[in-house]
């Protein structure tokens, strides 16, 4: 099942905080769709077997020193070495198929101006199963102002499946320490001259609990006005 592209070199980064549950399935999933040189874990001091999990599935562990995904992807983008051509993003709760990857890697190899592709949500294989509907209409709202005042035409802005030319992120100083880095992964790639594109993918219902919270719903939407006003 693995792509044939094997010549660029790939990598994984997750960001993980109390994901026992789903880590597994995730890392065992990759690695069937995915040629990649390393899946680094970066943990936020889990009190489960997260840590355990991920090391027994052949994954390097990097241990978050603050709080947060935007934290935890910081440390992780300091783990890319100078041959890195491609940064596979994804989740730790088995909520985005792995097997989408191949065609978005080949969206990248394909077009050069393309810095980054996004997994959408919310195209014609939309769960609905899920995404309640309070998580549903926030990431509707979110998008909307995100596309009215960044201009890029996004779907789904928020989503945790990416995959980016490693060049977009290696002089990347992160300044969200939450959920809103995807924002500013955005502002991101586009200040760097790329394009983002998007593949429609369908998303499973987590393992595990859930990490975001309504009240991170006034970060996101914080960041999104620093990033537009304030570069």
Known sequence: M?????????????????????????????KKYVEASNI??????????TVEVAKNLGAEIALQDGLGKGDALSK???????????????????????KYLQEMLKVLE????????CGNRFGNTLNTKALNNLFYFGNRLI???????NGVQLQDPLTGLRVVRAEVLRDWNVKSQGFDVEVELNHLTERKGFGIAEVPIKYRARLG???????DGATILKRILLETFYQ
Do not use: C, Q, W
């Open 110 to 117: 394909e077009n050069p101006d393309v810095g980054m592709v």
């Open 76 to 98: 992780a983008v300091k783990h890319l070495d100078s041959d890195v051509d491609y940064v596979i993003f994804t989740d730790a709760d088995y909520t985005y198929p792995a």
């Open 143 to 149: 998008a909307f102002t995100h596309n009215l005042l």
């Open 2 to 30: 693995k792509g044939e592209r094997s010549s660029r070199s790939t990598i994984v980064l997750i960001a993980a905080l109390n994901e026992e549950e789903g880590i597994g399935p995730t890392i065992k999933e990759l």
């Open 209 to 215: 609990t859930k990490k975001l919270r309504v009240t």
């Open 40 to 49: 680094l874990v970066v943990d936020g001091n889990s009190s489960d077997r």
